[in-house]
Every structure is written in C-alpha cells, then in structure tokens.
C-alpha cells in the first residue's frame, strides 16, 4: 500500500524566513497530494493541494512543487510569520474501487520565532 | 456554517467500559472517516464510509465498530477500550468518495484509556 514519509519532524526558522517541509510518497498511482495545518486543540485545515498533472501551486506566502518522476512533493511557506506556527500534515491520495483514499505522513511541528 | 462535529471533546474511561464519541456534518457529504492522531505516527484511517450503509475497514480498525445508518451521522463505536486506544481522534468527511475532494476535519476528541 501507499506509504508517505515526511521531513523534518521539527523545524524552527526565524518570523520572516523561510521554511520548507518535504515529503515522498511509495505508489506510483497516486495522483493528488494536499497539505493540512493543525493548530493547538483544532483539526488539521486543508491550506493547499495539488494534482498528479501539474508541477507547482502557488497561494500567497505558500507553493507546493510536485516531481512525480521522484515521487516527492514539497511545501514552501515564505516570509513566515509566528502565525504560521503549527503541525503540518501532507498526504497522498490513491484511488481503488473502495475509493480514494488519503494516507498521511507523520507531521511536521513548525515554529516560527519572533 | 458548514461544519463536522465530534463530541466529546475529551473523555476519560476505563479499561473495558464501552463507549461512542458522535459525528455529525452538515454538509451532504457522502464520504466520512475516522482517523487516530498519535505523536510520531501522523494520521491513521480506523474505518471510513462511501454512503449510507456503506463501511469498510481501513489501516487500524482493530478494537473498534462504526456505523452508518443516516448520511449525516457516523459513530465510533469502543466496544472494550484499552489503554493502547488512548489517543486523539479525528472526524472526517468529504464530498464524494469517488473524486479527490477537500477532507474536512472535526475538532477532534481526546480519549484517554485508564
């Protein structure tokens, strides 16, 4: 089955740098790949996606790059803010006939200081 | 507001005491699934829904029971908690089980195990 590993699992940058958190993913099949915030005591909230067909996204402060040829996906948050602190989930999504399912990766805690 | 809501938010029990923490959205989706949250682990799917009616099994579902009797509603169900259950749980929906949709998550309900 499908497998996400995701790095760091902690990363701390300093308010206005920024900070990118990478992902890999096993199964070739997969074809959508969306990016959740956690913040304390709320469930995680989906902040950008993007789809098997296209190599980057872009929404603001935040892009995620995609090269299915290595089977790794990333997320970028630039000029971070302490706001941006939070658990950072990416997942992937796989679809069989039971549908399409979304396994995640173990998170990552980002602090930004300021 | 559109919406996925889970109660309790926190609930202590003891070993062996059957219990149910509630789901609910307001959303019309057809696709819902649990998930446990555990440090180091991300999110692990116990059991998901594609309809009314309509379960099945997912990564973890060992020690638990859900159901699906009306479109709105999906309960967990611990027959015989144990310690090892005691973690973070998550609710979620999304509009199809058949497309790659935003998965929308409930607040999240803290169950410890004693």
């Known amino acids: 089955g499908e497998n996400v590993e995701q790095h760091p699992s902690t990363l701390s940058v300093q308010e206005g740098d920024s900070a990118v958190i990478k992902c890999t993913y096993s199964?070739?099949?997969?074809?959508?790949f969306p990016w959740y915030k956690q913040e304390l005591g709320k469930g995680p909230q989906l902040i950008i996606d993007?789809?098997?067909?296209?190599g980057e996204k872009k929404d603001q402060r935040i892009a995620v790059t995609l090269n299915k040829t290595a089977k790794h996906f990333s997320l970028h948050i630039t000029e971070t803010q302490p706001e941006d602190s939070a658990v950072y989930f990416c997942a992937a999504s796989i679809y069989s006939e039971y549908g399409n399912k979304l396994v995640f990766g173990a998170g990552t805690i980002l602090r930004v200081k300021s | 507001e559109a919406q996925v809501t889970q109660n309790p938010r926190y609930l202590i029990t003891v070993t062996g005491k059957k219990l149910t923490v509630t789901c609910s959205q307001n959303?019309?989706?057809?696709?819902m699934s649990w998930y446990r949250q555990d440090p180091g682990l991300g999110l692990r799917q116990i059991y998901y829904?594609?309809?009314?009616?309509?379960?099945d099994k997912g990564d973890v579902p060992e020690g638990y029971k859900v159901s699906r009797k009306e479109k709105r509603n999906f309960p967990l169900i611990l027959e015989s908690p144990s310690p090892n259950q005691t973690s973070l749980y998550f609710c979620?929906?999304?509009?199809?089980?058949?497309?790659?949709?935003?998965?929308?998550f409930g607040q999240g309900t803290r169950l410890t195990v004693v």
């Open positions: 199964d070739s099949a997969s074809n959508y």
């Open positions: 829904s594609m309809n009314v009616e309509v379960t």
């Open positions: 979620a929906s999304s509009l199809s089980y058949s497309m790659n949709t935003e998965a929308f």
């Open positions: 959303m019309n989706h057809e696709y």
């Open positions: 993007i789809r098997s067909n296209v």
